[in-house]
DNA sequence: GCCGTTTTCGGCCCGACTGTTTTCAGTCG
């Protein structure tokens, strides 16, 4: 079991508990465990067996006792019972706003609501509001809400998308059938939402392709085939999100690869280009208009030169231009993972994270890092724990002291500093002054009409000590939208004040998006990269930051973070 | 549920907001 699997059987029992009305902090005590269990670096199981998950911090007997028996038998006694007891889908109902376990229990027990559907019809024929604690608003909300929430089912956020994909190619990699399974699609291009999982596999023998179908088809996240024809399979899978797999031969591979990776609008740029160079392009094979001859290829790089292009890599796919600048030569040197030097932003276990600074800051060098910041929440964030100026001005200390110990690494003092309801930040100039990043972000008042909140960051924007930021729009993807702000006008600030933009590389998050980040690149605004981490494996989430860069056609220069140290300690103090 | 060497029991957790109320329960970040 992986431990993913393992924290999502947490994180459900504690949903099933509240539901209950089982005391608050046993149900926390199973969501922490199953945090801490998605920050682990190692297997779950490894730990188990050697003993060591009892040293791991919010994890004790009776939780190491549930993953016992979820590594012998796949599930544990009380998430079975459970779930015998509640029917599952109450906690559809649950996840909509304003709904947390006591209301969903009141409309199960009063309404007999089990599931979303009931629920809209329930209150489309006005009976949620008779129901005590509720009314005619409450009401109109949760049509409302059900609404939004239809339309949205059939996308996954890229964070979680990309995991079953590596699952559902990974299971397919494993068949002594398939010579290769890649993931493609919208996944392969880095789309922030994945309106499909598209994996591409390579048969060892053309008459293996239905074999492989059947194969996969069984896999257990897939629940419904949709259709199905020779060499393709479309399949619902548990996620809502459909999966499709497309079965070719070794030398139809280059050209599927690309054709499967879409996007469909890039690829109808490039068949009229095609067109126009003497080819045709189409399902899998590039054929001369001339000779009528399919063209062998090697790789996609040998498809688009054929067509007189530079090589687009996937990010760039999205009929954006992109087309014209390979015709020309003209294609940005995007930014790459590897040229990310440090993080500048993450939190530590002063406040909200898991990991001390000095886990933090030598697992960023071991990610090949030369720094880090280290920027624990303010005050007003009280459930994060955020630090009082005191604190805040003790930690300052103990990271100038492990700088002294640090060779070939420095971590950056700083804070993530709240923009409180009316603009002002959650610590005084003098405290932020002695900060060498500050972070500025809105963890309040999200409901706040687009002037003012637009106005709240600007002010922020303006104030001397603020250099970055932080997750500008607020969003959570595919559950949160982003608070109402006019973002044009806070890049416009940004780049008069000449401040730093985050991209929040969280999968949850990935704010700002593409859109923003090519807006702020083309009005002279630089970004930071940063992860937002709360914990060591999460500070591997840089690569998805990176992904919105390149999609944005960021280059090397417009990141702050790949700045050496010294530059950097030049735009932060200069 | 977890945690702890001044505790093996009694803490852990906090305030704002909303929609419903006449004084507050439930939700949320």
Redesign the pocket.
Same mark, same amino acid.
Not at 106 to 127: C, D, F, S
Not at 369 to 374: D, E, N
């Given at each position: 079991m992986r431990n993913a699997e393992i924290a999502w059987s947490f994180y459900q029992i504690a949903d099933l508990l509240d539901f209950k009305g089982e005391? %608050? %902090?046993?149900t926390? @005590?199973?969501r922490? @465990?199953a945090r801490t269990i998605i920050g682990l670096q190692r297997p779950v199981a490894e730990l188990y067996a050697s003993g060591e998950l009892k040293n791991? +911090?919010? *994890?004790? /007997?009776? *939780? *190491?006792a549930k993953i016992g028996e979820m590594l012998v038998s796949g599930e544990c006694q #009380?998430h079975r019972k459970l779930k015998q007891e509640i029917p599952a889908s109450l906690l559809d109902l649950?996840a #909509?706003?304003?709904? =947390?376990? /006591? $209301? @969903?229990k009141l409309l199960y027990e009063r309404l007999g609501v089990t599931t979303l559907a009931e629920l809209e019809q329930a209150a489309r024929v006005k009976k949620v $509001?008779d129901l005590? =604690?509720?009314?005619?608003?409450?009401?109109q909300?949760i049509i409302q809400d059900i609404g939004r929430l239809k339309k949205k089912t059939h996308r996954l956020p890229l964070g979680v998308a990309r995991e079953l994909a590596a699952e559902l190619s990974e299971y397919l990699g494993q068949l002594a059938a398939v010579q290769k399974a890649t993931v493609t699609g919208d996944i392969r291009r880095w789309a922030e939402l994945a309106h499909s999982v598209d994996i591409l596999a390579v048969a060892r023998n053309r008459e293996d392709a239905e074999d492989i179908i059947e194969a996969f088809i069984i896999h257990p996240v897939l629940v419904e085939v949709l259709w199905r024809e020779h060499g393709r399979v479309r399949a619902a899978s548990r996620w809502g999100v459909p999966v499709e797999l497309v079965v070719v031969n070794e030398d139809q591979y280059w050209l599927a690869l690309l054709w499967t990776t879409g996007s469909k609008y890039h690829l109808r740029r490039l068949q009229l280009l095609a067109w126009q160079r003497g080819w045709r392009l189409d399902l899998f094979r590039l054929i001369s208009r001339h000779s009528g001859q399919a063209a062998i290829v090697d790789s996609e790089e040998a498809i688009y030169r054929l067509l007189g292009l530079q090589y687009v890599v996937p990010e760039l796919r999205e009929n954006n231009g992109e087309i014209s600048a390979a015709s020309g030569g003209t294609l940005p040197r995007l930014v790459e993972l590897p040229d990310i030097r440090g993080d500048l932003h993450v939190h530590t276990n002063w406040s909200d994270g898991m990991s001390s600074i000095e886990e933090m800051a030598l697992r960023a060098r071991e990610m090949g890092y030369t720094y880090i910041a280290v920027t624990d929440h303010s005050p007003n964030l009280?459930?994060a724990?955020g630090l009082s100026p005191e604190k805040l001005l003790e930690q300052f200390e103990k990271i100038r002291v492990l700088n002294r110990q640090l060779e070939d690494f420095y971590i950056f003092t700083g804070v993530e500093v709240d923009i409180l @309801?009316e603009g002002k930040l959650d610590h005084m100039d003098d405290v932020l002054a002695q900060a060498d990043v500050v972070v500025a972000s809105i963890? +309040?008042?999200? /409901?706040q009409d687009r002037d003012t909140i637009t106005k709240r960051i600007i002010a922020a924007i303006k104030n001397e000590h603020v250099d970055i930021i932080g997750h500008p729009t607020g969003r959570l993807l595919g559950?949160?939208e982003p608070y109402d702000v006019d973002v044009e006008e806070i890049i416009e600030f940004a780049a008069r004040y000449n401040k730093v933009l985050e991209i929040n590389a969280s999968p949850d998050r990935l704010d700002l998006n593409d859109f923003y980040v090519q807006l702020a690149r083309e009005s002279g605004v630089r970004v930071a990269i940063n992860t937002d981490a709360h914990d060591l494996r999460r500070m591997d989430e840089m690569v998805y930051g990176v992904s919105v860069a390149r999609r944005a056609w960021l280059e090397q220069q417009h990141v702050v973070n790949t700045l050496p140290l010294s530059d950097l300690l030049n735009v932060l103090h200069g």
């Amino acid at each position: 079991m992986r431990n993913a699997e393992i924290a999502w059987s947490f994180y459900q029992i504690a949903d099933l508990l509240d539901f209950k009305g089982e005391e %608050f %902090f046993k149900t926390r @005590a199973y969501r922490r @465990a199953a945090r801490t269990i998605i920050g682990l670096q190692r297997p779950v199981a490894e730990l188990y067996a050697s003993g060591e998950l009892k040293n791991v +911090s919010g *994890i004790g /007997k009776n *939780i *190491i006792a549930k993953i016992g028996e979820m590594l012998v038998s796949g599930e544990c006694q #009380l998430h079975r019972k459970l779930k015998q007891e509640i029917p599952a889908s109450l906690l559809d109902l649950m996840a #909509l706003p304003g709904i =947390g376990p /006591k $209301r @969903a229990k009141l409309l199960y027990e009063r309404l007999g609501v089990t599931t979303l559907a009931e629920l809209e019809q329930a209150a489309r024929v006005k009976k949620v $509001r008779d129901l005590p =604690g509720m009314g005619t608003k409450t009401e109109q909300g949760i049509i409302q809400d059900i609404g939004r929430l239809k339309k949205k089912t059939h996308r996954l956020p890229l964070g979680v998308a990309r995991e079953l994909a590596a699952e559902l190619s990974e299971y397919l990699g494993q068949l002594a059938a398939v010579q290769k399974a890649t993931v493609t699609g919208d996944i392969r291009r880095w789309a922030e939402l994945a309106h499909s999982v598209d994996i591409l596999a390579v048969a060892r023998n053309r008459e293996d392709a239905e074999d492989i179908i059947e194969a996969f088809i069984i896999h257990p996240v897939l629940v419904e085939v949709l259709w199905r024809e020779h060499g393709r399979v479309r399949a619902a899978s548990r996620w809502g999100v459909p999966v499709e797999l497309v079965v070719v031969n070794e030398d139809q591979y280059w050209l599927a690869l690309l054709w499967t990776t879409g996007s469909k609008y890039h690829l109808r740029r490039l068949q009229l280009l095609a067109w126009q160079r003497g080819w045709r392009l189409d399902l899998f094979r590039l054929i001369s208009r001339h000779s009528g001859q399919a063209a062998i290829v090697d790789s996609e790089e040998a498809i688009y030169r054929l067509l007189g292009l530079q090589y687009v890599v996937p990010e760039l796919r999205e009929n954006n231009g992109e087309i014209s600048a390979a015709s020309g030569g003209t294609l940005p040197r995007l930014v790459e993972l590897p040229d990310i030097r440090g993080d500048l932003h993450v939190h530590t276990n002063w406040s909200d994270g898991m990991s001390s600074i000095e886990e933090m800051a030598l697992r960023a060098r071991e990610m090949g890092y030369t720094y880090i910041a280290v920027t624990d929440h303010s005050p007003n964030l009280k459930i994060a724990r955020g630090l009082s100026p005191e604190k805040l001005l003790e930690q300052f200390e103990k990271i100038r002291v492990l700088n002294r110990q640090l060779e070939d690494f420095y971590i950056f003092t700083g804070v993530e500093v709240d923009i409180l @309801a009316e603009g002002k930040l959650d610590h005084m100039d003098d405290v932020l002054a002695q900060a060498d990043v500050v972070v500025a972000s809105i963890h +309040s008042g999200f /409901k706040q009409d687009r002037d003012t909140i637009t106005k709240r960051i600007i002010a922020a924007i303006k104030n001397e000590h603020v250099d970055i930021i932080g997750h500008p729009t607020g969003r959570l993807l595919g559950h949160r939208e982003p608070y109402d702000v006019d973002v044009e006008e806070i890049i416009e600030f940004a780049a008069r004040y000449n401040k730093v933009l985050e991209i929040n590389a969280s999968p949850d998050r990935l704010d700002l998006n593409d859109f923003y980040v090519q807006l702020a690149r083309e009005s002279g605004v630089r970004v930071a990269i940063n992860t937002d981490a709360h914990d060591l494996r999460r500070m591997d989430e840089m690569v998805y930051g990176v992904s919105v860069a390149r999609r944005a056609w960021l280059e090397q220069q417009h990141v702050v973070n790949t700045l050496p140290l010294s530059d950097l300690l030049n735009v932060l103090h200069g």
